[in-house]
């Protein structure tokens, strides 16, 4: 039996792609955790998560 991804949640970066990945984080330093926040307002924004 396969396990649930962690949270239910199912993303699909397909989208990404077509983005280039400075207009998601941007040309300056990033801290892990800032990095995180900005990828799940990309993936909420173009509704890419799937319950």
């Known amino acids: 039996m396969a396990k649930k991804p962690f ?4 993303i699909s970066f ?3 792609a077509d983005e280039p990945i400075s207009k ?3 040309t300056g330093d990033l801290a892990p955790s800032e ?3 900005k990828i ?3 993936v909420k924004a173009n509704k890419l ?3």
């Open 7 to 10: 949270g239910g949640y199912s």
């Open 49 to 51: 998560a799937s319950k």
């Open 40 to 42: 799940w307002n990309f």
């Open 14 to 16: 397909k989208k990404v």
């Open 24 to 26: 998601i984080f941007g």
């Open 35 to 37: 990095m995180t926040k």
